[in-house]
């Protein structure tokens, strides 16, 4: 064994206990192999398993298993989109079904990822808390032999009594905010321990994210639903256009509240490079919660939900739902409502069907169902334009293409309220034999062919907005664990755990010699300088021997330690 070898054996042999457990994170022991039998590998497994290189790799695991959830359609969210992909990609898709990249976040291999890493933290945490805990309810150690090997140290010789010199030097260090008593012929004094705590809090937080998490995806709701001006919504699962849970949802679940919209009000740009570029979404609305609940008004806005319990309430879209009356061949109104249509591009262009299901008669008395194409554009510009040319209702336009005959409604087969099946519909015919089509204003009513009715557009132009309505009951659950971890990951970054150790004891000559010394967990500048603070405030207190010059205002490196 070389020289600086054994100077270093030597050194941990002097610092004992005084060097010890300044952290709680447990040793890996990489190189032991593990013992013959099965209780030896499943110990083996467990050390493993609970060490932070494991817990960082699955974590980094867990990180790269949720780029393909991001990127790839996920059935859960749009099963639209993932029947979309696999009709591009004939030859991925069926791979990416193998792998469960359509539904990652209930596959097999990223829930055992998600399971190994939350047992992983929870082995890891229980022996760091419990002997965290027993170094809180146990003094800091006493001083090593030799104070002169620590990284940080000083001395000087006083005619002050050791026994003052300690007194001083415990009611300092506890001024100070130290973990500090007596031992022996020293002072030990301990502090930092909101390092170790901040690290613990860090890794529990994450467990917590993990729990939430889980929660949000096992219980989680998402809905969406358009709302006309004056018409409203009521929570319950009938009420809603689309929507999707996660696997332990129950109807019962759903929040208690309904709403009714009472007004929409957007507002754009009217001139400059930004023209048309909206500058205001607002929600007027009216809601209550529960049966009885007391009804309450609230402006809606974009990034701005209306929440209510674990419920959130988001204005994600909006549109025009012009008023229509249709009219059979005897002049009696069959069909008066506000037709929601769909925008088609950034001016509001927008496109829908008129279905008239029930009541109306032709021309001859006989039954018949009418479906009408619609399509609106809220700023007409004139001639041949096909496409609004702004997002208000600067000069509205309703284009109308009627068909009669059967709308399949009544064959039992979901249909989409936005669109028309011409299958078994026949179109109406102009003079020349052409379809039926014509451009209506406000007020302005077309006349079906051969005394088959009318279709009126009323100058009332109401607009609809769209709401998705979310309800995750592990929201504030995620969002504390979220910010306990970054405060405890600060925590033990800046904050450094250290000892300081002061001992004085009466020399052959009579006069007290003063040792001071310091070690923190790491090298750093901060225990040396927090050491030269307390050892100048103490030798004001206890000043140097008369025939002694030491300089005490900074502590220095003990020989052989690092600068």
């Keep these: 064994m070389s020289d600086t070898e054994t100077e270093q054996s030597q050194d941990q042999e002097g610092l004992g206990a005084a060097g010890s457990q300044l952290s709680t994170a447990p040793q890996e022991d990489t190189g032991t192999l593990p013992g013959l039998g099965v209780i030896g ?24 298993g949720a780029i393909p959830g991001s990127l790839i359609p996920q059935t859960g969210a749009d099963a639209s989109k993932v029947e979309a992909f696999r009709a591009a990609h004939t030859t991925l898709a069926p791979v990416y079904d193998k792998l469960g990249l359509f539904h990652v976040y209930s596959s097999v291999w990223f829930s055992a990822i998600y399971i190994l890493l939350f047992v992983s ?5 229980v022996p760091r808390t419990w002997q965290f805990a027993g170094q809180l309810r ?11 090997r620590l990284p940080a140290y000083t001395t000087w010789r006083t005619t002050a009594d050791p026994e003052q010199v ?4 415990l009611a300092l260090l506890k001024k100070r905010r130290f973990r500090a008593h007596t031992a022996g012929d020293a002072v030990a004094a301990e502090k930092g321990y909101l390092r170790e705590l901040g690290n613990l809090a860090f890794h529990i937080a994450l467990i917590v994210l993990l729990i939430a998490f889980a929660s949000g995806q096992l219980f989680k709701s998402d809905g969406t639903k358009l709302v006309v001006e004056g018409d409203g919504f009521s929570n319950a699962l009938p009420m809603y256009d689309d ?49 009885d609940g007391r009804t309450r008004a609230k402006t809606v806005q974009v990034n701005q939900p209306l929440k209510i319990d674990d419920s959130k309430v988001y204005l994600v879209s909006h549109g025009y739902a012009p008023v229509i009356t249709v009219r059979d061949g005897k002049g009696e109104v069959v069909y008066k409502d506000a037709v929601p249509l769909l925008p088609l591009d950034g001016n509001v262009t927008s496109q829908g069907v008129i279905k008239v299901m029930d009541g109306y008669h032709d021309a001859k008395g006989r039954y018949d169902q009418l479906g009408i194409r619609a399509f609106f554009l809220p700023t007409y510009g004139g001639g041949a334009s096909v496409l609004s040319q702004f997002p208000a ?20 087969l979901p249909q989409s309220v936005y669109q028309l099946d011409k299958k078994h519909m026949k179109g109406f015919k102009d003079d020349q034999g052409k379809q039926l089509r014509a451009n209506l204003k406000p007020g302005q009513t077309m006349k079906l062919p051969g005394g088959a009715g009318t279709v009126t557009f009323e100058k009332d132009v109401k607009e609809w907005a769209g709401f998705q309505i979310v309800q995750e009951p592990g929201g504030a659950w995620a969002l504390g664990g979220a910010i306990t971890a970054i405060l405890g990951l600060a925590a033990s970054l800046f904050i450094q755990r250290r000892r300081i150790w002061v001992r004085a004891v009466r020399g052959a000559d ?5 040792e001071m010394a310091g070690l923190g967990r790491s090298e750093s500048a901060k225990v040396p300088e ?22 005490v205002s900074h502590a220095v490196p003990a020989e052989g330690a690092e600068q």
Aim: aromatic share 10%; charged share 25%; proline share 7%.
């Design 530 to 551: 927090e050491l030269g603070d307390l050892a100048g405030t103490l030798y004001d207190r206890a000043p140097g021997a008369p025939d002694t010059h030491e300089d």
């Design 510 to 514: 009579g006069v007290t010699v003063v």
């Design 243 to 291: 929507f999707k849970s996660g696997s332990l949802f129950r109807n019962d679940d759903l929040v208690p509240f309904s709403f009714d919209l009472k007004d929409f009000k957007g507002t754009y740009e009217l001139s400059g490079p930004n023209r048309g570029t909206p500058r205001t979404f607002e929600a007027k609305i009216d809601y209550s919660v529960g049966a």
């Design 166 to 169: 300690r007194a001083d030097a």
């Design 393 to 412: 209702l600067l000069n509205p336009v309703l284009n109308l293409e009627p068909y009669h005959g059967d709308l399949g409604v009544n064959s039992g």
């Design 41 to 64: 590998w499943a110990r083996w497994f467990w050390r493993q398993l609970t060490s932070m290189r494991v817990a960082l790799l699955l974590l980094l695991l867990l990180s790269l």
């Design 121 to 125: 933290l929870i082995g890891c945490i």
């Design 138 to 148: 146990g003094r800091p150690p006493g001083a090593p032999r030799r104070l002169d």
